[in-house]
């Protein structure tokens, strides 16, 4: 049995066919008031259920929460998406140190988990080491790569922008728009 396509409400990619504003489309691979933006990203759920739609550009993604928490369980769930981001930037900023150094690495393979902490939620909030998230990224290389290579390359791990971004604190602004636009 396939994935239950809930309702899309909108999902328009390109100014042209909708004729909006730059505003509302902010993100779509334009330039706007001088930052390069990426495709935006639209998400839309239907009336009931926790499913939901992703698109982005001509493709198309599922989310779904497990049984335990409301949904069906048919597809990933938010943050194991946030992994799959934080695991094919890590593999792809791997694959291209490793091309450009001419490096024999042969794959990557990256093993990502979500942990978070709600029993001590802000206990001890003031610490730097208080966490109330935690990502495990557990990093495979394969290839005939001599030790400092592989110190090399787990040093690059972090370097890749989706980790930088997950480390810097993001500011996320957030409004409500009118559904008639």
């Given amino acids: 049995m396939g994935y239950p396509k809930p309702r899309l409400w909108w999902t328009s990619t390109d100014l042209s066919e909708t004729g909006g504003s730059s505003k ?3 993100g779509h691979g334009i330039t706007l008031g001088g930052k390069n933006m990426s495709r935006a990203v639209t998400v839309s759920g239907g009336p009931s259920g926790l499913q939901q739609v992703i698109s982005v550009g001509r493709h198309e993604l599922f989310a779904d929460e497990p049984k335990a928490s409301g949904g069906h369980d048919e597809v990933p769930d938010p943050y194991e998406l946030l ?3 934080l695991g094919s930037c ?4 791997l694959r291209m140190y490793a091309d450009r150094k001419g490096w024999p690495l042969k794959e990557t393979r990256v ?3 979500h942990s978070k902490n709600y029993d001590k939620d802000c206990v001890n909030c003031e610490q730097p080491a208080a966490m109330l998230d935690r990502i495990e990224r557990r ?3 394969i290839g005939e790569l001599s030790a400092e290579q592989r110190q090399k390359l787990l040093v690059i791990a972090n370097l890749c922008p989706v980790h930088k971004s997950l ?3 993001i500011d996320v602004q957030t409004e409500l728009v009118d559904p008639s636009l």
């Fill in 24 to 26: 509302e489309f902010e």
């Fill in 83 to 85: 992994l799959s981001a």
């Fill in 90 to 93: 890590t593999n792809m900023t």
């Fill in 111 to 113: 093993v990502l988990t």
């Fill in 139 to 141: 990093i495979t290389l």
């Fill in 167 to 169: 480390t810097s604190g």
